[in-house]
Nanobody, 122 residues
Framework: QVQLVESGGGLVQPGGSLRLSCAASGSIFSIYDMAWYRQAPGKQRELVATVTSDGSTNCADSVKGRFTISRDNAKKTVYLQMNSLKPEDTAVYYC????????????????WGQGTQVTVSS
């Protein structure tokens, strides 16, 4: 079994910062691409940022220059540093990862975390 557990969400004022973390645990053999998605009320889930196993990153245009994704492979953790937050960043943020487990070395499976709420409001 594999679990992705997010933390770090909360309420912040516009212009503030938050740092989200997502730790993977379980019978993990290898973790490949990791990503953050978000879903605002009444909207579809959208990709926020991705990071490959060798550290290459990409961010959505809406968050470029404000959000930074990073990972610590030894800790099996991905981070999302969010600066200059805006009310439109309010959403549930989900961690996502492609993982090979010890039980099945032949294929990668995609896993989701349970989500963490980020609310930007004065």
């Amino acid at each position: 079994q594999v679990q992705l557990v997010e933390s770090g969400g909360g309420l912040v004022q516009p212009g503030g910062s938050l740092r989200l973390s997502c730790a993977a645990s379980g019978s993990i053999f290898s973790i490949y691409d990791m990503a953050w998605y978000r879903q605002a009320p009444g909207k579809q889930r959208e990709l926020v940022a991705t990071v490959t196993s060798d550290g290459s990153t990409n961010c959505a245009d809406s968050v470029k220059g404000r959000f930074t994704i990073s990972r610590d492979n030894a800790k099996k953790t991905v981070y999302l540093q969010m600066n200059s937050l805006k009310p439109e960043d309010t959403a549930v943020y989900y961690c996502n990862a492609d993982i090979k487990t010890i039980q099945d070395l032949l294929r990668r499976r995609n896993y989701w975390g349970q989500g963490t709420q980020v609310t930007v409001s004065s």
